[in-house]
């Protein structure tokens, strides 16, 4: 593999402006397609199968009523203290009516206002979901907050139809800054800085715009391009850094331009081939689960991370052509590039004689720290984001806030238990008997609102009859007093469903548990279920691709045995911040939640594929040097000389691109950036750059042990270029074409 490498980086150089011109070519392609093909992404993470869903289903196919349409909740409140005036809050709330709206309720014959009369909120119900409504839906909505405004009261919006925050590309150009501060401070110079930065943005760009295309055809959740982006800039600046940095390593031993670009794409490129490939299998086997959204977000990545690969192998040496020997200008003053021959006076030298001479310690202090890290992992809560975990300036969390402090908690998240009465002999003594079964749950349950709240209403109760005969099922409203996250409120859920668990036995009646926190509920032990097959699938395979590289059975086992280290770590991190708040406001949180319901797998997914990059990068490099007749502690130490820099680099910036996405507003982009560069610190510098070396000095040699069976059976696919070597130091073949 190396020496066909070795011909495309050759090739590639050559015939520079073709290949930038097909680059050129495909960035239009995918410009045009996200201009006119692209749609509107949705975010409302359901899945088929489960009992929340099969309620909506069942609701929508009797009535032909979106069950699960968006919903705004419009909270007012009076600043004087005074009682609200009927009149101005009913005709403010007839602003928000238009083609899509399907219900609105009305606060004064609900009884949704407080007791001392100051607030009150109306729940707007659409016939579509958020992503789906238009312009004019957003308008009416803002035209009675100012009319509720103008009469001198406090209005705020809530609900998945309120405007969700757009995603910012300040992340991206955050992230860019600090890895073009960091690239200069590699190679001392601002051009060979800006080729690495150059190709990772043109791998992102196709990539989120073949997201965005496919959100025309697709429903595609609006995390989905910024996970794209996010990965697609963090590997694709890495993947070429490590290219970049061979190539100046080659052409410092004095080859010519267009070879050293051949043997860094043989070399280099072999590990990024590599590299990315294991990033590739952790992210496309989120598909094992079964989970769509999951599996949208797994490919999307995937795809964006084959790009950057592609991107690395063709375009740079094209870039590099382009540039010729101008790469070293742009020199800034007081920065240099690290002289070949001098490693041994490397930070990274003294660093890594230090943990190998006391490895031991090393060893037991890392371990321990890993450990005590990971201990908040044991308090992890996970569900899904809710207003309440907006920014405090939001109108969706004041709306939240103001009905939390008003009407309790539990009304933000109000739970819908569905009667499916089809199967019931007699159907209202099946719904009434739901309700006793309801009503004996003592814990957390705040308020049980029936069909019929007044059993002696006559004429609402032949209205329910009638209608209960047509449709063949009841709704009972069940308002929790814990909030929409709480773990109360979960177990509310549980309570209810087993509670009713024996309903059909006895009336025939099938009853649902629906609503935000039980969808939570069921999503959260769907991913509990599939979390097992995927990290063995994931796992497995990575595994035998480590095997392949380092034709070793220990280096993989501790590779992966590394990564699970990297994860608790990096989730106890976000439970401590997000959850309990430590530190929190550094990174803009201004209130304590769960943590984001899909962080566990999507996690252990990105960052083993990371890890194993950083594996790669760093241990291949030991490998050559083991393969090449070195011993095995040597070739630990001069291995690591040599791939110290550019790993501190390609774990800086990944970090920094991180980083940036943790300080948008999205609260799920926000949680995964955080948990990401957390995660890629902690993997980077304590288990690669720390604990590794130390336990492969340990070791010696047999940390490179290979039964005799299998390293007949396994191919060589020679990542430290051991081919490439002699195939090059044969007569004539360092000059001959790249056909």
């Given at each position: 593999m190396a020496w066909n490498l070795y011909r495309l980086g050759r090739w590639s150089f050559r015939h520079r402006l073709r290949v930038i011109g097909v680059?050129?070519?495909?960035?239009?392609?995918?410009?045009?397609?996200?201009?006119?093909?692209?749609?509107?992404?949705?975010?409302?993470?359901?899945?088929?199968?489960?009992?929340?869903?099969?309620?909506?289903?069942?609701?929508?196919?009797?009535?032909?009523?979106?069950?699960?349409?968006?919903?705004?909740?419009?909270?007012?409140?009076?600043?004087?203290?005074?009682?609200?005036?009927?009149?101005?809050?009913?005709?403010?709330?007839?602003?928000?009516?238009?083609?899509?709206?399907?219900?609105?309720?009305?606060?004064?014959?609900?009884?949704?206002?407080?007791?001392?009369?100051?607030?009150?909120?109306?729940?707007?119900?659409?016939?579509?979901?958020?992503?789906?409504?238009?312009?004019?839906?957003?308008?009416?909505?803002?035209?009675?907050?100012?009319?509720?405004?103008?009469?001198?009261?406090?209005?705020?919006?809530?609900?998945?139809?309120?405007?969700?925050?757009?995603?910012?590309?300040?992340?991206?150009?955050?992230?860019?800054?600090?890895?073009?501060?960091?690239?200069?401070?590699?190679?001392?110079?601002?051009?060979?800085?800006?080729?690495?930065?150059?190709?990772?943005?043109?791998?992102?760009?196709?990539?989120?715009?073949?997201?965005?295309?496919?959100?025309?055809?697709?429903?595609?959740?609006?995390?989905?391009?910024?996970?794209?982006?996010?990965?697609?800039?963090?590997?694709?600046?890495?993947?070429?850094?490590?290219?970049?940095?061979?190539?100046?390593?080659?052409?410092?031993?004095?080859?010519?331009?267009?070879?050293?670009?051949?043997?860094?794409?043989?070399?280099?490129?072999?590990?990024?081939?590599?590299?990315?490939?294991?990033?590739?299998?952790?992210?496309?086997?989120?598909?094992?689960?079964?989970?769509?959204?999951?599996?949208?977000?797994?490919?999307?990545?995937?795809?964006?991370?084959?790009?950057?690969?592609?991107?690395?192998?063709?375009?740079?040496?094209?870039?590099?052509?382009?540039v010729g020997k101008r790469i070293t200008s742009g020199h800034v003053p007081g920065l240099h590039d690290i002289e070949p021959g001098a490693h041994e006076r490397t930070a990274g030298h003294r660093w890594v004689q230090l943990v190998t001479r006391h490895r031991v310690p090393t060893l037991v202090l890392g371990i321990a720290g890993a450990i005590a890290l990971s201990i908040p992992v044991a308090s992890m809560e996970l569900a899904l984001p809710d207003d309440g975990s907006r920014p405090a300036d939001s109108s969706p969390r004041q709306a939240f806030d103001l009905i939390a402090e008003n009407f309790g908690?539990?009304?933000?998240?109000?739970?819908?238990?569905?009667?499916?009465?089809?199967?019931?002999?007699?159907?209202?003594?099946?719904?009434?008997?739901?309700?006793?079964?309801?009503?004996?749950?003592?814990?957390?349950?705040?308020?049980?609102?029936?069909?019929?709240?007044?059993?002696?209403?006559?004429?609402?109760?032949?209205?329910?009859?009638?209608?209960?005969?047509?449709?063949?099922?009841?709704?009972?409203?069940?308002?929790?007093?814990?909030?929409?996250?709480?773990?109360?409120?979960?177990?509310?859920?549980?309570?209810?469903?087993?509670?009713?668990?024996?309903?059909?036995?006895?009336?025939?009646?099938?009853?649902?548990?629906?609503?935000q926190t039980a969808a939570g509920v069921d999503i959260a032990e769907t991913l509990s279920d599939a979390f097992p097959v995927y990290l063995a699938v994931v796992v497995g395979l990575a595994f035998v691709l480590l095997v392949l590289v380092f034709r070793s059975v220990l280096v993989p086992l501790k590779a992966v045995v590394g990564f699970l280290g990297s994860v608790g770590v990096s989730l106890g991190a976000t439970v401590a911040v997000f959850q309990w708040g430590w530190l929190s406001n550094l990174i803009g949180i201004d209130t304590e939640s769960p943590v984001v319901f899909i962080l566990p797998l999507l996690l252990t997914g990105i960052l083993f594929g990371l890890a194993m990059d950083y594996e790669v990068f760093l241990v291949s490099r030991m490998r050559e040097e083991f393969v090449h007749g070195r011993g095995a502690h040597e070739s630990v130490v001069t291995g690591f000389t040599h791939s110290a820099r550019v790993v501190t680099a390609a774990a800086l910036i990944m970090t920094g691109v991180f980083a940036g996405f943790a300080l948008g507003d999205d609260i799920i982009i926000k949680t995964i950036g955080f948990s990401l560069a957390v995660g890629v610190i902690v993997d980077a510098f304590l288990i690669r750059m720390t604990l590794v070396p130390a336990l492969m000095s340990l070791v010696g040699r047999p940390m490179w042990w290979l039964p005799r069976w299998l390293d007949r059976a396994l191919p060589n696919v020679d990542i430290e270029g051991e081919s490439l070597a002699r195939e090059l130091d044969r007569p004539g073949m360092a000059d001959a074409p790249a056909r």
């Open positions: 680059w050129v070519l495909l960035l239009a392609l995918g410009g045009a397609g996200a201009l006119f093909l692209s749609g509107q992404t949705d975010d409302s993470f359901q899945l088929p199968d489960t009992e929340s869903s099969q309620a909506f289903d069942l609701i929508k196919e009797r009535t032909d009523v979106q069950a699960d349409g968006a919903i705004a909740r419009i909270v007012v409140s009076s600043d004087d203290g005074g009682a609200l005036d009927q009149g101005v809050v009913t005709g403010a709330l007839e602003q928000v009516r238009t083609d899509h709206v399907a219900s609105v309720t009305d606060p004064f014959t609900t009884g949704t206002v407080s007791e001392d009369g100051t607030t009150a909120y109306a729940t707007v119900s659409y016939d579509r979901t958020g992503p789906e409504l238009d312009a004019a839906d957003r308008d009416a909505l803002d035209d009675a907050v100012a009319e509720l405004e103008d009469a001198g009261l406090t209005a705020a919006v809530g609900g998945d139809a309120a405007e969700t925050p757009a995603l910012s590309h300040l992340s991206e150009v955050i992230g860019i800054a600090i890895a073009l501060v960091v690239l200069a401070i590699t190679f001392g110079s601002l051009v060979a800085a800006g080729m690495p930065l150059l190709t990772a943005v043109v791998g992102v760009g196709l990539g989120i715009m073949g997201v965005f295309t496919l959100t025309g055809f697709l429903d595609l959740s609006s995390v989905t391009p910024a996970l794209a982006s996010m990965l697609g800039l963090a590997v694709g600046i890495d993947y070429a850094l490590f290219i970049m940095s061979r190539f100046k390593h080659e052409v410092g031993q004095g080859r010519d331009l267009e070879d050293a670009a051949g043997v860094a794409v043989g070399t280099a490129g072999s590990a990024v081939v590599f590299a990315g490939l294991t990033v590739i299998i952790a992210l496309a086997g989120l598909s094992v689960c079964g989970i769509s959204f999951l599996t949208q977000m797994g490919l999307a990545g995937a795809a964006t991370v084959a790009i950057a690969v592609v991107v690395a192998l063709t375009l740079l040496p094209a870039l590099l052509a382009l908690a539990g009304a933000n998240g109000p739970l819908t238990v569905v009667v499916d009465t089809a199967g019931a002999d007699d159907p209202v003594g099946a719904v009434d008997a739901a309700i006793a079964q309801i009503a004996m749950i003592d814990r957390d349950v705040a308020a049980v609102v029936p069909p019929v709240t007044d059993p002696s209403d006559a004429t609402a109760v032949a209205t329910f009859q009638a209608q209960l005969e047509q449709v063949r099922f009841a709704t009972v409203t069940v308002v929790p007093e814990s909030g929409p996250s709480a773990e109360e409120t979960k177990q509310l859920v549980r309570d209810i469903r087993t509670g009713l668990s024996g309903l059909e036995s006895d009336t025939g009646a099938v009853p649902y548990v629906t609503g």
